[in-house]
């Protein structure tokens, strides 16, 4: 790594700015109403013949319908500041081009897939007209919502990485403070999206099962295929989340040794010890080094969330 790269500077207005923390009450009801609305009138938009109005009058459906409600509303509220966070994030730490490539690879797998299920229903079913809404908002929560933030995930691993363990500032200390934050709250918002896609998957399968139990008219997705879904974006999760997770505890723990070396281990005996110990401790508290198990069990959570949403998902017809 270059030297220029290493020491990219970073503005403090791009690690202290939170703009996802910044909501005011009324704006976030207003933009959860609204965006619960739009997703109604994209999912009740269609045709008015027989077999379509008895598919969105039906048990499921409106299960269904709700589940779409809830994602919409959550990416109406997220979506704007979340853009701005990367947005900044992206200028300000000055990232390398490589970390572009796995956002357009995923756009161009989910763009695929979605075509490739365009035109598989017949014009009588109930899903014909239903099946390019999914697609919008399947694209739209991948790329407006899902992408940003593993990307912003990305982007802060990028900057905690360039860091040198002979070469630690206070910038250094500042970076390990606010990386923690920031990737937590990224990873919760592309667990959240994930999951609540994946509680659509299932409460859709549900609805076609209660329409249709014999199969004539729809074929549902099996159980296995909404557990699959989950599976693979839990993976997803992972791939983008613990290397950013071991970067961060790498800075963590060089700064601990940076500012207090073993080498330099005053005697046990000595009343230098006990400032020693207690200023690892300080700086291990500071930059959570040593994650707790509570930490470490919110985190999981995270990440399972699209796969214990699936679970949910594919044992939602047996239990309601």
Do not use: N
Request: aromatic share 8%; hydrophobic share 50%; glycine share 6%.
């Amino acid at each position: 790594m270059s030297d220029a790269l290493r020491d990219a500077p970073v503005r403090p207005g791009a690690w202290e700015r939170r703009t996802l923390q910044s909501w005011d009450p009324l704006q976030v009801l207003a933009l959860v109403l609204l965006g619960a609305a739009a997703g109604a009138a994209v999912v009740l938009t269609g045709p008015s013949d027989g077999v379509h109005m008895r598919f969105t009058r039906s048990e499921g459906f409106l299960v269904w319908l709700v589940t779409i409600c809830v994602q919409t509303a959550f990416w109406s509220v997220v979506t704007l500041p979340l853009w701005r966070e990367v947005i900044d994030l992206h200028r300000d730490t000055a990232p390398s081009r490589r970390l572009m490539v796995l956002p357009f690879l995923i756009t161009a797998a989910l763009a695929v897939l979605i075509l490739s299920r365009l035109g598989t229903e017949r014009p009588d079913s109930p899903l014909w007209a239903h099946h390019p809404k999914m697609a919008f908002l399947t694209l739209f929560a991948a790329v407006g919502v899902g992408l940003p933030a593993l990307h912003a995930i990305a982007l802060v691993q990028d900057r905690v990485r360039r860091h040198s363990p002979d070469k630690l500032t206070q910038a250094d200390l500042r970076v390990a403070v606010v990386a923690r934050d920031y990737i937590k709250r990224y990873l919760g918002i592309a667990g959240a999206v994930i999951g609540l896609a994946v509680l659509a998957a299932g409460a859709l399968r549900r609805a076609v099962l209660l329409f249709d139990p014999e199969g004539d008219i729809l074929r549902p997705a099996p159980a296995e295929a909404v557990l699959l879904y989950g599976a693979f974006f839990t993976a997803l999760l992972l791939v983008v989340y613990v290397p950013a997770h071991l970067t961060l505890q790498r800075l963590c723990v060089d700064l601990r040794e940076f500012h207090f070396p073993v080498a330099g281990m005053p005697a046990p005996t000595t009343s230098e010890f006990k400032e020693w110990m207690d200023g690892r401790a300080r700086l291990d508290t500071l930059t959570q080094a040593k994650v707790s198990p509570l930490q470490q069990l919110q985190s999981s959570l995270f990440i399972l969330t699209p796969l214990l949403s699936g679970v949910l998902a594919a044992f939602l017809p047996k239990v309601i």
